[in-house]
């Protein structure tokens, strides 16, 4: 399927199905932590999961979140996380390999 443009995004739906990893929430991190490499020429990569919906534009996203305070990362927690922040997320990865 073609990328779905709107303005200057461009939507890309990553099959983590596909990737050979038999957990799904495991592959489901690899776009969300290494979307840098995934998309190197991608000024801004901002990941979603299948029942997320955006509150705001992704360019109200990136100014709030990223421009306004000057920052070259910004994660919002899952609701239901145990987890507190990257690291204590890399850390469960590498517990459940």
Do not use: N
Not at 12 to 21: M, T
Not at 27 to 35: I, N, P, T
């Amino acid at each position: 399927a073609a990328p779905l443009v709107r303005g200057l995004w461009r939507v890309v739906v990553l099959d983590v199905c596909r990737w050979g990893f038999g957990d799904l929430r495991r592959a489901s991190r690899v776009g969300k932590m290494l979307g840098h490499r995934l998309f190197p020429s991608a000024r801004y990569v901002i990941a979603i999961d299948a029942r997320e919906q955006l509150q705001a534009t992704p360019a109200r996203l990136v100014h709030d979140l990223l421009i306004a305070p000057r920052k070259d990362f910004a994660a919002v927690q899952h609701p239901t996380s145990a987890t507190r922040s990257v690291y204590d997320e890399g850390a469960t990865v590498l517990q459940k390999k």
